[in-house]
C-alpha cells in the first residue's frame, strides 16, 4: 500500500491535510524541528492530533531532526518518551545520537530517518536498518536508478521520498549559509532562506570595481526551483517508493488541500487503472498554488536547470475565502455555514475544493446572512466570523471556497 504523507505546520492543517486525502502527516513539536518557525504543536496539541488521526486510522509523524548538541539531550529523552506515551506513529531523527537516545528511552517507538542525514547509498540504509531504523527518507538527490538500487539490496527496509515542494540548494539541506548571515542555523530549524537572495560577485583590481551578473533579473544562482514528480508516480512506485512525501510545514490550508487533492486523485487513479490517466488536470490542480516554476530535479540523473531565477513564486490563481462548517439540505437547497477567511461578496463567482465531486464546481454568491445577529449583507468582511448563504451545490464540512484572483 502506498502512503500520502503531507505536511500539518498547526493542528488546523493537520485536519485539512487528513480531509483532503493524507494518509499521514508529518508534524512539528515546540523543540527539536527544523521549522522553527512554523506554528508547530504543544504536547496537549500532538495529543489531540495523533488521537484524532487515529480516529481516522491514519497516521502521525513527529520531526525531531535537528542536528542536537549536548544541552539538548536531557530534554529530548523525556521528548521521546512523550511522544511513545501519547501514540506517535514514528520520530523524524537525523542525529545518529538522537537516534541512539530515542532507542533507550523511548523503545517501542518507530524511527523514520530524515532526509537531512543524507542517505544516497544502499550500504548507509543497511546500516541504519542495523540501528533500528524502520523506514529512510531518501536524500532528494537520488536518481531513479539509484533508489531502484537501494530498494533492490535492501527490500526490507520503507523508502519515502519527496515529490512535492521546495527544495534546498544544499545537499538535503545540510547549508550554513543561514549561520552565517545571522546566526540562526538551517539544522536546528531556524533557516532564513539565504539562498533565495539576490547576490552580486565584485572583483576588486586597482580601485576598479567589476559586477558579475548571471544575467539582467541579477544573480539568483542559489534560488531553487520547486520540485513535482505527480507524472512520475507510477516509476517511483515501481522502483520502491512507499511513502510520498510533500514539502511545506510553513505553507497555507488553501496549499496543504490542494497538493493533498491532486495527489490523492493520481495515486487513486493509479491503484484503479494501473496508469496515470489525468495527468494533466491534476497538475493544473498545483498551478492554483503559489510556487517557483516546477522541476523533476535529478530523478532522471544530473540536471543543470534546477535554479530559478526569479526570486518571485508565481502567484495564487485563487483567494481562499471560507471554510465550510456545516450543510442541511431542504428541498434541495442547501443552506451552508462557513467560517470567513478572506473577504466575499453577493455576486461573487465562488469555487469550491473539496476531496468529494463537487471539487472545482462553482456557483454565484447569493445572499449572505452574518450568523451571530442574523443581519443580512451583500459584504463578508469580519475575518473569522461565522456567515449563512444558501447554495446549490451538495457542499460538506471541510471544503474550501475560493475566489479566482484576477475576479476581485
Same mark, same amino acid.
Given at each position: 500500500?502506498?502512503?500520502?504523507?503531507?505536511?500539518?505546520?498547526?493542528?488546523?492543517?493537520?485536519?485539512?491535510?487528513?480531509?483532503?486525502?493524507?494518509?499521514?502527516?508529518?508534524?512539528?513539536?515546540?523543540?527539536?524541528?527544523?521549522?522553527?518557525?512554523?506554528?508547530?504543536?504543544?504536547?496537549?496539541?500532538?495529543?489531540?492530533?495523533?488521537?484524532?488521526?487515529?480516529?481516522?486510522?491514519?497516521?502521525?509523524?513527529?520531526?525531531?531532526?535537528?542536528?542536537?548538541?549536548?544541552?539538548?539531550?536531557?530534554?529530548?529523552?523525556?521528548?521521546?518518551?512523550?511522544?511513545?506515551?501519547?501514540?506517535?506513529?514514528?520520530?523524524?531523527?537525523?542525529?545518529?545520537?538522537?537516534?541512539?537516545?530515542?532507542?533507550?528511552?523511548?523503545?517501542?517507538?518507530?524511527?523514520?530517518?530524515?532526509?537531512?542525514?543524507?542517505?544516497?547509498?544502499?550500504?548507509?540504509?543497511?546500516?541504519?536498518?542495523?540501528?533500528?531504523?524502520?523506514?529512510?527518507?531518501?536524500?532528494?538527490?537520488?536518481?531513479?536508478?539509484?533508489?531502484?538500487?537501494?530498494?533492490?539490496?535492501?527490500?526490507?527496509?520503507?523508502?519515502?521520498?519527496?515529490?512535492?515542494?521546495?527544495?534546498?540548494?544544499?545537499?538535503?539541506?545540510?547549508?550554513?549559509?543561514?549561520?552565517?548571515?545571522?546566526?540562526?542555523?538551517?539544522?536546528?530549524?531556524?533557516?532564513?532562506?539565504?539562498?533565495?537572495?539576490?547576490?552580486?560577485?565584485?572583483?576588486?583590481?586597482?580601485?576598479? =570595481? *567589476? %559586477? #558579475? $551578473?548571471?544575467?539582467? /533579473?541579477?544573480?539568483?544562482?542559489?534560488?531553487?526551483?520547486? @520540485?513535482?514528480?505527480?507524472?512520475?508516480?507510477?516509476?517511483?512506485?515501481?522502483?520502491?517508493?512507499?511513502?510520498?512525501?510533500?514539502?511545506?510545514?510553513?505553507?497555507?490550508?488553501?496549499?496543504?488541500?490542494?497538493?493533498?487533492?491532486?495527489?490523492?486523485?493520481?495515486?487513486?487513479?493509479?491503484?484503479?487503472?494501473?496508469?496515470?490517466?489525468?495527468?494533466?488536470?491534476?497538475?493544473?490542480?498545483?498551478?492554483?498554488?503559489?510556487?517557483?516554476?516546477?522541476?523533476?530535479?535529478?530523478?532522471?540523473?544530473?540536471?543543470?536547470?534546477?535554479?530559478?531565477?526569479?526570486?518571485?513564486?508565481?502567484?495564487?490563481?485563487?483567494?481562499?475565502?471560507?471554510?465550510?462548517?456545516?450543510?442541511?439540505?431542504?428541498?434541495?437547497?442547501? =443552506? *451552508? %455555514? #462557513? $467560517?470567513?477567511?478572506? /473577504?466575499?461578496?453577493?455576486?461573487?463567482?465562488?469555487?469550491? @475544493?473539496?476531496?468529494?465531486?463537487?471539487?472545482?464546481?462553482?456557483?454565484?454568491?447569493?445572499?449572505?446572512?452574518?450568523?451571530?445577529?442574523?443581519?443580512?449583507?451583500?459584504?463578508?468582511?469580519?475575518?473569522?466570523?461565522?456567515?449563512?448563504?444558501?447554495?446549490?451545490?451538495?457542499?460538506?464540512?471541510?471544503?474550501?471556497?475560493?475566489?479566482?484572483?484576477?475576479?476581485?
Amino acid at each position: 500500500m502506498f502512503e500520502l504523507l503531507l505536511p500539518a505546520g498547526n493542528l488546523k492543517k493537520l485536519k485539512t491535510a487528513l480531509y483532503f486525502g493524507a494518509d499521514a502527516v508529518y508534524v512539528g513539536g515546540k523543540s527539536f524541528s527544523l521549522r522553527a518557525f512554523a506554528d508547530n504543536f504543544t504536547a496537549q496539541e500532538l495529543e489531540e492530533g495523533i488521537a484524532y488521526a487515529h480516529s481516522l486510522g491514519k497516521k502521525v509523524y513527529v520531526t525531531a531532526n535537528i542536528f542536537a548538541k549536548n544541552s539538548d539531550l536531557e530534554e529530548a529523552g523525556e521528548y521521546f518518551k512523550l511522544l511513545q506515551d501519547i501514540g506517535a506513529d514514528a520520530v523524524l531523527i537525523s542525529d545518529v545520537g538522537m537516534l541512539a537516545l530515542c532507542r533507550e528511552k523511548a523503545p517501542a517507538l518507530n524511527v523514520h530517518l530524515s532526509t537531512q542525514a543524507n542517505t544516497t547509498n544502499l550500504m548507509a540504509v543497511k546500516f541504519w536498518r542495523s540501528m533500528g531504523v524502520s523506514r529512510v527518507v531518501l536524500a532528494r538527490e537520488l536518481s531513479l536508478d539509484e533508489i531502484r538500487e537501494i530498494h533492490s539490496a535492501v527490500p526490507d527496509m520503507e523508502l519515502e521520498a519527496f515529490v512535492h515542494g521546495a527544495m534546498c540548494v544544499s545537499y538535503s539541506g545540510r547549508c550554513l549559509l543561514s549561520s552565517y548571515f545571522s546566526e540562526r542555523s538551517s539544522n536546528r530549524g531556524e533557516c532564513i532562506q539565504p539562498c533565495r537572495w539576490e547576490y552580486r560577485l565584485t572583483e576588486k583590481r586597482k580601485d576598479v =570595481s *567589476v %559586477d #558579475v $551578473e548571471q544575467d539582467e /533579473r541579477g544573480t539568483y544562482f542559489m534560488n531553487s526551483c520547486d @520540485l513535482r514528480l505527480l507524472n512520475r508516480l507510477p516509476e517511483l512506485m515501481a522502483a520502491g517508493i512507499c511513502s510520498f512525501k510533500v514539502e511545506g510545514r510553513m505553507k497555507s490550508e488553501f496549499y496543504v488541500a490542494t497538493v493533498a487533492t491532486a495527489y490523492r486523485r493520481a495515486m487513486d487513479e493509479i491503484a484503479k487503472l494501473g496508469y496515470l490517466k489525468n495527468a494533466d488536470s491534476y497538475n493544473a490542480m498545483l498551478e492554483n498554488i503559489s510556487h517557483r516554476p516546477y522541476t523533476e530535479a535529478y530523478l532522471d540523473g544530473e540536471n543543470t536547470h534546477t535554479v530559478s531565477l526569479n526570486t518571485e513564486c508565481l502567484k495564487e490563481k485563487f483567494k481562499y475565502v471560507a471554510t465550510v462548517i456545516g450543510v442541511k439540505c431542504q428541498g434541495g437547497e442547501y =443552506s *451552508v %455555514d #462557513v $467560517e470567513m477567511r478572506n /473577504r466575499f461578496r453577493t455576486g461573487d463567482e465562488i469555487t469550491a @475544493l473539496s476531496p468529494y465531486d463537487v471539487n472545482n464546481m462553482s456557483f454565484r454568491m447569493g445572499e449572505i446572512v452574518h450568523a451571530e445577529d442574523g443581519f443580512v449583507t451583500d459584504d463578508a468582511k469580519l475575518v473569522q466570523h461565522i456567515y449563512s448563504f444558501s447554495c446549490p451545490l451538495p457542499l460538506h464540512a471541510g471544503d474550501i471556497l475560493l475566489i479566482k484572483q484576477d475576479a476581485m
